[in-house]
């Protein structure tokens, strides 16, 4: 089995009186895809943010590439290799779509204050090279020609897509997605399923949201369902699907037969 | 990349033109004091436009940097013109000080914080009249450029004109940087901003660094122009005066902030003939650019030309 490069364990946070989650955990893996499933409010987007960095954990930890990152904010998480997309997009919406991604580059920008005031070459460099890389990774994502559009005239579903451009354009050892199809045509969702399977292969460990239930069982290597902030299963695809607690709180006899299908 | 140079060189035209046209030695002063309000107003635009940071306290630095020009002769015996950078660096360091816990705050929160900062500025230099010689202002001397003595408004009207095209080249350059990315991306969403490796504190308080020593700097020139300063430098209204500016000529746009300078500046002059309704008749029109160009001036007139066909 490859590297474990991210692992929350026993993670568990408060809102006021209500335990969002309780003990829950998963590992992710260099080059597989890791899909947490449950019902709304099971919690996910929350241990997300957790993992990530927007929120603080009441108990767990974190461990990121070998090293404790639980107490650690966002953008340190960023430059030990984390990033991550949003169930709500938080696209820039004022900048054009190169842009976005360029704004990605931030941590590889090696160009002081001063030499952006005075324009010097380093800055000039910096820029030339946040272009080449937000362009390479528009085209991946099938968002070339839309580049220098503003992000706010974009279609959702190519928002989708430049979310994940942005996320990868920090070259993240681990990808967190929070439902990438959701709001996407079959079309946009076959291609994003694509995109996630290309960027696994890279060796990154993808850790995905969704509640497209043939794109989860088709992509990943492992699933964990939450349900009201507690862990209901963990397994394979196949584990999962047939498991009846699965199938009663989340997924159903249709989700199953869908799941089935995949 | 054109955009930037079009900018620089519109402006410079405009500066190197304009006198052509002036009837008489009172307009260099005017212009002069668009300048180098104009460049005041440029820093702010790297906060507020850049980084979506608002600030009710500019004044407060524009009045340091004025301020510094005058206790600086008088109790370091300094020459003036050294004052300049040390009032620059003096308002980017109270910057720095005061930037650190206020910019924890957002929106109103920080609006609020901000405007306490520029009240509190103003209100020592009324109340320490032994040092600053209180609500009467006090004295700046005569400042000399290897062996030359501005004087009047045409030299000072060049002198800002200068600092103008500098300033504005300057915020040009950071809005097409990665520093200037990093601004705009914590504007939009700070959440996101931050997952990307964004230090969202440090570069907000870089932004408001930039911003107060824009301020000094124009204080100080502003100071030297005039051979005297009061604390209505440093006051409110001037602080209100600043916003108002970058908002109307576009807070997006750097000549944006040109232009509202101009507005405010110019406007009041316009309107004298209205004698004792012109205050009534400027808010007037300030009401009626928001409502008709909300975008701001620029940005506005820039869309209005490009819809128009070729």
Redesign the interface.
């Known amino acids: 089995m490859s590297e474990v490069l991210l692992s929350a364990d026993n993670i568990g946070i408060g809102f006021g009186g209500l335990r969002a989650l309780d003990g829950v955990g998963f590992e992710a893996r260099a080059g597989e895809v890791l899909a947490i499933i449950g019902p709304n409010g099971a919690g996910k987007t929350t241990l997300f943010n957790i993992v990530?960095?927007?929120y603080r954990a009441d108990t767990g930890r974190v461990v990121l590439a070998g090293q404790d990152v639980t107490q650690a904010?966002?953008?340190r998480?960023?430059?030990l290799g984390l990033?991550?997309t949003?169930q709500n997009l938080?696209?820039?919406?004022?900048?054009t779509a190169a842009?976005n991604v360029?704004?990605?580059?931030?941590?590889r920008?090696r160009?002081s204050?001063l030499?952006?005031?005075?324009?010097l070459p380093a800055?000039r460099r910096?820029?030339r090279a946040?272009r080449d890389a937000a362009m390479a990774l528009l085209a991946e994502v099938g968002l070339a020609e839309h580049a220098d559009r503003p992000a706010g005239s974009l279609p959702y579903g190519a928002l989708k897509r430049l979310e994940i451009a942005?996320?990868l354009?920090?070259e993240p050892r681990v990808l967190l997605l929070d439902e990438p199809a959701a709001g996407c045509n079959p079309v946009e969702t076959a291609e994003i399923d694509h995109l996630i399977a290309a960027v696994a292969a890279r060796g990154i460990a993808v850790v995905l949201i969704e509640h497209d239930m043939k794109m989860v069982m088709r992509i990943s290597r492992q699933v964990v369902v939450l349900n009201q902030g507690r862990l209901l299963a963990a397994g394979t695809p196949a584990e999962v699907r047939n498991n009846p607690e699965v199938i009663a709180a989340y997924l159903g006899l249709h989700g199953a037969k869908e799941a089935a299908l995949a | 990349m054109n955009a930037r140079w079009a900018t620089l060189l519109i402006l410079a035209a405009v500066i190197a033109v304009i006198p052509w046209f002036f009837p008489s030695g009172y307009y260099f002063r005017v212009a002069a004091l668009v300048w180098v309000t104009a460049l005041g107003a440029v820093g702010l635009q790297v906060l507020m436009g850049q980084a979506g940071q608002v600030s009710l306290g500019h004044a407060g630095f524009v009045g340091i940097g004025a301020y510094a020009m005058a206790l600086g002769p008088k109790y370091l015996g300094l020459p003036v013109l050294a004052c300049l950078p040390l009032g620059a660096v003096l308002a980017g360091l109270i910057a720095f000080l005061v930037g650190r816990p206020i910019l924890r705050l957002k929106g109103h929160y920080l609006a609020v914080a901000t405007l306490g900062f520029g009240i509190l500025v103003a209100l020592v230099l009324v109340s320490e009249i032994a040092i600053t010689g209180g609500p009467d202002g006090i004295r700046i001397p005569r400042p000399e450029i290897f062996g030359w003595r501005p004087r009047g408004g045409e030299a000072w009207y060049w002198i800002n004109g200068a600092a103008l095209l500098i300033g504005v080249w300057l915020a040009l350059n950071i809005q097409h940087s990665p520093s200037g990315r990093a601004l705009a991306a914590l504007h939009d969403s700070e959440v996101a901003a931050r997952t990307i490796g964004i230090d969202v504190a440090r570069h907000k308080l870089r932004a408001f660094v930039i911003a107060a020593v824009y301020g000094a700097v124009a204080g100080g020139l502003m100071a030297m122009m005039n051979g005297f300063v009061t604390p209505d430098a440093a006051g409110f209204l001037q602080s209100v005066e600043y916003v108002t500016m970058v908002v109307i000529g576009g807070l997006a746009s750097v000549p944006g902030a040109v232009v509202g300078a101009a507005a405010l500046v110019l406007l009041p002059q316009a309107l004298t003939v209205f004698h004792e309704y012109e205050h009534a008749v400027l808010g007037l029109l300030i009401m009626l650019f928001m409502i008709f160009l909300r975008v701001g001036i620029v940005p506005g007139l820039a869309t209005l030309l490009r819809r128009r066909p070729a």
């Open positions: 990530s960095g927007l904010p966002p953008h998480l960023a430059a990033s991550r949003f938080q696209v820039f919406f004022r900048m842009e360029m704004a990605g580059r931030h941590l920008e160009s204050l030499a952006d005031l005075l324009r800055a910096a820029n946040s942005r996320a354009a920090t």
